[in-house]
């Protein structure tokens, strides 16, 4: 049981590039989260998935575009990458829609120059 | 704007001692008060959740302590091990949109030996 895996765990990008961060839980979990984690700013909510084919805007979504590929997947895209989006970004999952206890991945180490 | 406000940033404790850190929230409609530990290099994993229902919350040497009326909540933290060394964030939920957990800018703890 690997439970919130996520690739790749470190990326460097140049500004204007793109690229898509993919999270996959093996957890049965019907609901998936990305956030970004910034020093000083603990974390926040960028786009959640409540249940496999639907999706919600967080705290911070400009900029970012998410896919529920399927129950397991969630993937997180970057379409223009500004320094600004360089952070630590987490993918979580839970059990059920409003369920309390989320079970975070290791985390996306990004760079933008 | 930061809907959980945590305190201290950083707190070193010898090893043995109580560790204490400090949450307050604004939002009345907020009935779930998480907190979540976060070693280097790992994601959040939650350490112990409680509910404004009750005042105070233990499990093994970690207690939250929760004042409704003044809309603060803290963690405990008993005997106090160098293996506890870690970054601890604060969050909170409310029952509609829970999806959404609302977290403290996290709290830097070291136990020296």
């Known amino acids: 049981n690997a439970g919130v895996t996520q690739t790749p765990k470190f990326q460097v990008l140049k500004t204007g590039q793109s690229m898509t961060l993919q999270c996959a839980q093996d957890?049965?979990?019907?609901?998936m989260y990305w956030y970004r984690q910034d020093p000083g700013m603990g974390l926040r909510l960028i786009y959640y998935?409540?249940?496999?084919?639907?999706?919600d805007k967080g705290e911070v979504p400009n900029g970012y575009n998410v896919s529920r590929l399927n129950k397991r997947e969630f993937s997180l895209r970057l379409e223009s990458a500004a320094p600004s989006q360089t952070s630590v970004y987490f993918c979580?999952?839970?059990?059920?829609?409003?369920?309390?206890?989320?079970?975070f991945g290791p985390g996306t180490r990004l760079t933008v120059t | 704007q930061q809907q959980v406000k945590q305190s201290p940033q950083s707190l070193i404790v010898q090893k043995g001692g109580i560790s204490i850190i400090n949450c307050a929230y604004e939002n009345t409609a907020f009935d779930y008060f998480p907190w979540y530990q976060q070693f280097p290099g790992k994601g959040p994993a939650l350490l112990i959740a409680i509910r404004p229902d009750v005042s105070e919350k233990k499990e093994g040497r970690f207690t939250i302590s929760f004042n409704k009326s003044a809309k603060q909540f803290s963690l405990h933290i008993m005997d106090s091990q160098p293996g506890d060394s870690a970054t601890y964030f604060c969050a909170a939920s409310e029952k509609a949109g829970a999806n959404n957990l609302f977290f403290g800018t996290g709290t830097r703890l070291t136990v020296i030996p």
């Open positions: 998935s409540a249940s496999e084919g639907t999706t």
């Open positions: 957890m049965n979990h019907n609901s």
């Open positions: 979580a999952s839970s059990d059920r829609q409003g369920a309390r206890e989320q079970y």
